[in-house]
């Protein structure tokens, strides 16, 4: 199954997506897939071809400011939840997607929680992999520091801070071949540093984790949370303790395993994902 590479113009923004089509008909809905902070759609390049093997087509998309999609300058675009969900549902829309199963991780996953909550009828089912979801989630120092006046200016210009946030935070070494990839946006430009800076400045994370806490209380989706238990950022508590507090949320535990599952346990997450996504079927 090939992963073919998309860009697509909304408004005055352009995004870059990785896209895996099933081939032949399908009554399975599709899955969007939603990556985290300082990493892009690459992350789930093991995901996307087991999803559309069983007959599911799989989109990634790179966050407005990431990867491959526009890096516009913060006058015009403003990095907040808001922005980065507005622009999400713009995006959603050009692909018109109705219905569909989230996959969310990391310390973006949290506005894609807020976009679901915002567009319950389209999210047929939701997957959250190591993403704040309480409000005892806080932004790892790694990560903080990277948002200080003038020192952040400065370590977000500097493509090393992907390998070091990447492998810090999951705890594994990833290949060069694929730090390559997710380095090269920042060697091309300074703007992708730029973005970086101004989406760690506007996360409103304490704002985002309020929403998420009480929001899903109500929630009626399924929910299938999948935890990398040696996470340096989240804690596995908060992810017991959201599951313990909304219904119809299942938590594996996935051992030996970091901050950024899909880098390097596609395998375990896939055991239990693919079965999950398969529960909803297009009207």
Partial sequence: MSLTEHK??????????????????TDLIPVVLLHGMVSQSY????????????????IAPDWIGYGFSATPEKRDFAYTPDAFITALEGFIQALELEHFSLVVQGFLGSVGLQYALRHPEQIANLAILNTPISPAAKLPW?????????AGEMMTQDPLLVDRTLEGGSRYRIEDQDLDVYR????????PGRALLASIRNLQLDTAMTEIASG???WQQPILIQWGV????????????FA???PNAELIKLNNVGHYPQEHYHEAILEDLLPFVRRSKSS
């Fill in 142 to 150: 790694k990560i903080k520091q990277m948002g200080l006046p003038l």
């Fill in 8 to 25: 697509i113009k909304v408004g005055a923004l352009e995004w870059f997506y990785r896209e895996a089509a099933p081939i032949g008909r």
């Fill in 184 to 191: 090269k946006p920042f060697l091309k430009s300074s703007a």
């Fill in 230 to 241: 040696i996470d340096p950022w989240l804690s596995v508590d908060i992810a017991q303790s």
């Fill in 43 to 58: 992350s789930w390049r093991h995901i996307l071809p087991a999803l559309a093997n069983q007959g599911t087509r799989a």
């Fill in 216 to 218: 899903f209380k109500e």
């Fill in 244 to 246: 313990d507090s909304v």
